[in-house]
């Protein structure tokens, strides 16, 4: 069974005594809850890079605290925060967060971004639950939980927020291939809250629409360019193909810190190529982690600010 109250500082947190940066280790879950400490700068890149932190706010607050580390540690900054940019490419939360940190390397800033981006969770999903009707059953697919965000959710959120108001009845969880984001993590947090759902194999989305058994679909996102155009877990953008051709609303739930108006359009987004070794050892094998969803297929963008159509940002 999840954890009931899975508090912020569960998910990921700084210690002074130490100093070091303590993560519950999500590629451990659901089968045991243990806490990685990462002492160094090093180490948390490790993490990041190897996902047991991920989902792209919990990886900006992971490096808001990195950089808070680095400083107590005396290391070189500007070092310590290339290399956490550089850890992953696609979620622009983690740029947003290193820049935001720049003037104030404090714990208790770190600490403050972490608070902000939690309350931008709880802000958006009021709005995103707006959309929805009584009886809903949603689609969601990989983690954009509390995991996922460093509490509450942005996606799980909005689902979490219609339960309570109780216009949502079930939620279709996609397993996420290849590494399982939704069978290990949304599962045991909407197991947590008491949310009815069930697991389907990623290919199994098309058939359920079809049939009839899906009203929408909601996904967080790692970075949404000026255009609208959206990048999320690899898979996103088949879902949103399929959405359109059943004529179902397709919602993007994420806070302003994952919109980046640098990045013109969706052909711009840096999408991170992972090893091969995590689909097949025996064969060649190519494992994009992420793709691109275009503007036209999202119905609404929702952030802590409000329900947007994804014309421009
Ligand atoms: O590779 P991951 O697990 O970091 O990918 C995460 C996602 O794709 C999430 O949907 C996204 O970061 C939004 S999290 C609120």
């Known amino acids: 069974m999840g954890r009931r109250n899975l508090d912020p500082e569960d998910i990921v947190r700084f210690e002074e005594d130490g100093p070091k940066v303590v993560l ?52 070189d900054v500007d070092a ?48 995103a639950a707006d959309l929805f009707g009584p009886g809903t059953r949603a689609l969601t697919h990989c983690n954009a939980g509390g995991l996922a965000t460093g509490g509450y959710g942005s996606a799980v959120g909005a689902l979490r927020a219609a339960w309570e108001r109780g216009v949502l009845d079930h939620v279709w969880v996609d397993e996420t291939r290849p590494l399982l984001q939704g069978s290990r993590l949304t599962a045991w947090e909407l197991e947590a809250v008491g949310i009815p759902h069930a697991v389907i194999v990623d290919s199994a989305a098309a058939s359920l629409m079809a049939a009839g058994e899906v009203d929408c679909i909601v996904t967080g ?19 949103a193909v399929l959405a359109s051709h059943h004529e179902l609303p397709f919602y993007v739930v994420a806070p302003t810190s994952t919109i980046d108006l640098e990045t013109p359009t969706g052909a711009e987004i840096p999408i991170e190529e992972r090893s091969g070794a995590e689909l097949t050892t025996r064969f060649a094998a190519r494992n994009p982690a992420f793709d691109v969803t275009p503007a036209a297929l999202i119905t609404a963008i929702v952030t802590e600010q409000g329900v947007r159509e994804p014309v421009a940002l």
């Open 80 to 127: 310590a925060a290339a290399a956490l940019a550089a850890s992953r490419p696609t979620a622009v939360n983690l740029t947003w967060a290193l820049a935001e940190m720049r003037d104030d390397l404090s714990p208790a800033h770190a600490r403050r971004l972490h608070r902000e981006e939690v309350e931008r969770c709880r802000a958006m999903a009021a709005h």
């Open 24 to 75: 519950l280790d999500q590629r451990r879950l659901p089968g045991e809850e243990v806490e990685l400490e990462c002492r160094t700068v090093d180490e948390l890149v490790a993490a990041i890079r190897e996902l047991a932190v991920r989902g792209a706010p919990a990886i900006g607050v992971a490096a808001a605290y990195g950089l808070a580390l680095a400083a107590a540690r005396g290391d």
């Open 221 to 239: 996102a790692d970075r949404i360019a000026a255009n609208g155009d959206t990048a999320n877990k690899i898979g996103t953008y088949s879902l």
